[in-house]
């Protein structure tokens, strides 16, 4: 059905994908990319200061109990990075909304975990 209504329409226009100067200055994935980064560091920072009082371990299996500060920032710029990738490709392709769904668990996860960090092991 979907091949028959496409082949009745030869000269429709296809999408363009969004040229990537663009992409990188869209104001939805700019701020996305912004939310994330600062969730991620709000949780990366309180991570790195709670180890140091040393009342907590991470619950994060992949980072282990008692994460380096190197590990801890090299998980944050791989994760970063990919949801970067994904968001700039989704924009790209015309699929704006994408970026901040891609962000939301992630970026509330950080929170929820950087604020028990301070409300748990910093008193």
């Not at 009745?8 to 663009?22: D, G, H, K, V």
């Not at 309180?46 to 040393?54: D, E, F, V």
């Not at 710029?77 to 939301?104: Q, S």
């Amino acid at each position: 059905l979907i091949r028959t209504a496409w082949a009745e329409l030869p000269n429709a226009p296809q999408p363009q994908p969004t040229p990537w100067s663009q992409v990188v200055r869209d104001p939805l994935y700019l701020t996305s990319m912004g939310v994330e980064a600062g969730a991620l560091g709000f949780d990366s920072e309180s991570t790195a200061q709670g180890l140091a009082i040393g009342r907590c371990e991470e619950g994060n299996s992949w980072l282990g109990p008692h994460p380096s500060n190197g590990k801890i920032a090299t998980f944050g710029v791989i994760e970063l990075g990919i949801v970067a990738t994904l968001g700039a490709l989704a924009t790209r392709h015309h699929l704006r909304w994408f970026t901040p769904a891609l962000i939301a668990m992630p970026a509330m996860e950080h929170i929820k975990g950087g604020v028990s960090w301070r409300t748990t092991c910093w008193n």
